[in-house]
Structure formats: C-alpha cells, structure tokens
C-alpha cells in the first residue's frame, strides 16, 4: 500500500474523505497550490434535508477564475449564506440524537466571517478532526505537482458529479422513512447522528 495521500481542503467534507483520511494518515498532505476548480466539494457540501440531498454552496467572491490560486480565493459575503446554510443544518438535525452535543462547536462557523476559503476550510478539518477524535499530523504541498507517483490523489476522484465506488454502513438518518437512507454525505450527517460512533463507520 502507498504511504500516504494528498488531499484537498473541502468545506464540510463527506464522509468518503475522511474514511481516506484514516488510511492514509500516516502521511497526509494538504493540496494548497491547485487553481481553484469550481463546481466541487472545495465550496459545497452535501446534507439530508426533510426534501432529500441538499447541497449548500459557499459563493465565490467575483473575479475568481480557473488560473486563481486556491490558498487566494475569497469567500463573498454579499448574501447572507451562513445564515442560510445554519438554518439548513438546524432543520435538517435539529431532531438528530447529537445535534446539541455538536451545536456549540459548529455555530461560530456561521458567526465569524472568513476572508479565504482555504482558511476557513482548514479550520473546518481541524474541528471535525478534533471531533471525530482522529489525530492527524499533516503537511501541506510547496508547490502545485499535476501528479505524484508516491502519493495517491484524492484531489479530482471526491467530486460531486462522479459516481463513487465508496459506500459505508448505513446508519439511522432522521428523515431516511421519508427519502431512505443517502450514502457519502457530508460528515456532519454522521456526526449527528452517530456522535462518539462516528469513527467506527469510517474505519471498515
């Protein structure tokens, strides 16, 4: 097996990038020189809402391109989507067995404002990680490599327009009698619905 991975940062990731990360964290490298690739898990993530899978989108700050840098990219604040995306997770899990236990931890997400989407993202992986109860020490890329031959590369193949092979052990979601249960979303599913369990679905 390869001894480690290089990863993306994403916002709320799904639970497929954390199961990578626990094989792989041994030696985990953070991609920080990419361009910023629309469209990805980067700026959205996935939640099971009362209506199926919801995605929540942070938007982009005008001017960012394909040739803008990753660690360069601002966060717009011109509608208020912190409020949006709160009061998507408060009707989606507020029913859910651990959203109280977690609310406190994630409110300030949607309290402070971020001027980088990479800052705020890497804040992200280190309070679910903190959470999660995984320790991890990573690194981060010096430059921007098109392929590495002694990493393996989860920078495109976690996308949310490709048909994953992933699938992990399904787990009661609070609306899955009315939608069945929707697998790799975002680890905030799990986390509220699992709690302290969380790691034992990441691991199989």
């Known amino acids: 097996m390869e001894q480690g991975a290089v990863f993306p940062l994403f916002y709320l990731p799904p639970i497929e990038y954390f199961s990578n ?13 990419e361009h910023f690739p629309k469209q990805t898990f980067r700026n959205r993530a996935s939640i099971h809402s009362p209506n199926g899978k919801l995605d929540l989108i942070i938007p982009i700050a005008k001017g960012v391109g394909v040739h803008t840098v990753m660690k360069d990219v601002k966060i717009s604040y011109d509608f208020n989507w912190q409020r949006l995306h709160w009061q998507s997770l408060q009707t989606s899990y507020r029913s859910s067995a651990y959203f109280e236990f977690y609310e406190e931890e994630l ?71 009315r939608n069945g249960f929707l697998q790799n979303l975002s680890i905030v599913d799990l986390l509220f619905n699992q709690g302290p369990q969380s790691l034992s679905f990441l691991t199989i």
Request: net charge negative; hydrophobic share 35%.
């Open 107 to 177: 409110a300030p997400l949607y309290e402070k404002r971020w001027d980088f989407l990479f800052d705020y993202n890497e804040y992200i992986l280190n309070m679910l990680l903190r959470l999660l109860k995984i320790n991890l020490d990573y690194s981060f890329t010096k430059t921007y490599e098109k392929t590495y031959k002694d990493l393996v590369d989860f920078r495109e193949c976690i996308h949310p327009k490709n048909d994953t092979v992933f699938t992990h052990k399904p787990y009661f979601q609070v609306f899955d009698e």
């Open 21 to 33: 990360v626990v094989k792989y964290k041994q030696c985990v490298v953070i991609e920080m020189h």
